[in-house]
């Protein structure tokens, strides 16, 4: 087949991923149902395809499928003592299923989708040669029960549980260093996106206990350019043909300087990843390349 006879790339969905970071400093992850169409088996962060007929915005999106696949809930209210009556579960399992929105959920419960608590943490399109594309924004928030200018904050700490395994069969809440220590062993399966950012906070989410400053930390390389870095992956030979990578914007392969670095050298043992190796030796908070073109939702 000629490049004129090519399969014309299909075009990537919209989606939405959320790190949720707890006080200990640990990340949420969900196992997908080996059965699902995407990412079968792996670890990944609660999230999903935006939903033009109830999401108003990808924040939403990003709220509403932490709901439904964990169970837990970003939400603001002015009467918590409401909350008391609401059944949580109940409610999962019909905003899941189709027979109320999230949005009637939240309405009905006198509860706001806590939008303000999400900080943009980079964005991933899938490669052209992938046959289900998804152009997926990351967003970081952090569990903290609260409570400021009469609004009370849901995000709970509580133990988040599967959805029963529709797309879901596990959800735990994982230091950046456990995660990646249990993939390299091979107890967990990762895919570059989720690997790429858990090495990120690594480094600043250190210890089990999370600080003022690290989560300004974080609040400071959302609001700067990594915070809308696009990552367009493409696969490259490197080292001389021996290793496999996936060649990131600014990397020196990609027209950045010479000698610069951002990559993710990986061994794939079938659709899945069996090591990966991220290199990537510029600051984050003042060299990260950044896309314009922004998707109209």
Not at 16 to 38: D, F, T, W
Not at 49 to 62: G, H, I, M, R, V
Not at 89 to 108: C, D, H, I, K, P
Not at 216 to 238: D, E, H, T, W, Y
Request: proline share 6%.
């Amino acid at each position: 087949m000629t490049d004129s006879e090519s399969p014309k790339p299909t075009e990537p969905r919209l989606s939405a991923s959320l790190v949720l970071v707890n006080s200990h400093n640990e990340i949420l992850l969900v196992q997908r149902n080996p059965q699902a169409r995407s990412f079968a088996g792996q670890h990944v962060f609660p999230g999903g395809n935006f939903d033009a007929k109830q999401d108003t915005s990808l924040e939403w999106t990003a709220i509403r499928e932490t709901f439904e696949e964990a169970g837990l809930l970003l939400a603001l209210s002015d009467t918590p003592s409401t909350l008391l009556d609401v059944n949580f579960t109940q409610a999962r399992e019909a905003v899941y299923g189709g027979q109320m929105t999230f949005s009637t959920f939240l309405t009905n419960n006198n509860l706001r989708a806590d939008i303000g608590a999400l900080l943009p943490f980079t964005t991933w399109v899938t490669p052209p040669s992938s046959a289900r594309r998804f152009r997926t924004e990351f967003f970081v928030a952090f569990l903290r029960d609260s409570t400021s200018d009469g609004l009370y904050s849901v995000r709970k700490e509580c133990l988040p549980t599967p959805d029963g395994g529709q797309e879901v069969i596990r959800a735990r809440f994982l230091h950046p260093e456990l995660a990646i220590e249990e993939f390299r062993t091979g107890k967990i399966g990762l895919f570059p996106p989720q690997y790429y950012i858990l090495e990120t906070l690594r480094s600043i989410l250190t210890g089990s206990s999370s600080t003022e400053s690290q989560r300004n930390a974080v609040q400071m390389l959302s609001r700067a350019a990594f915070g809308r870095m696009v990552i367009n992956p493409k696969l490259f030979r490197v080292n001389d043909g021996v290793d496999e990578a996936f060649v990131y914007e600014g990397d020196e392969l990609r027209g950045g300087p010479k000698g610069r670095l951002h990559r993710m050298v990986v061994e794939q043992r079938g659709a899945s990843f069996s090591q990966m190796n991220l290199r990537r030796n510029f600051d984050l908070f003042t060299q990260c390349p950044v896309e314009v073109h922004i998707p109209k939702l």
